[in-house]
């Protein structure tokens, strides 16, 4: 019996100018049963990572960016 977690992310931007865009990014991860598939790297994110076996978990980020 292998466990299958789905994850689902949404990704936008929109560009307020030439050099001003707005980002916005959510996921979401649904666990089977009692897999145990993180949404982020936990090498790189480590505060964020730690999941308990069938517990689902979602994510989101906004930001700003400007160029200059």
Sequence with gaps: DS???TVYTLAATYAFSKRTTAY???ATVKQ???????IVDSG???GFSGVTG???KSAYV????HTF
């Design 3 to 5: 466990q299958k977690p």
């Design 24 to 26: 916005g990014i959510y």
């Design 32 to 38: 089977d049963g009692n897999s145990r598939q993180d």
């Design 44 to 46: 790189k994110f480590a």
């Design 54 to 56: 069938g517990i689902d």
């Design 62 to 65: 906004v930001g700003l960016r």
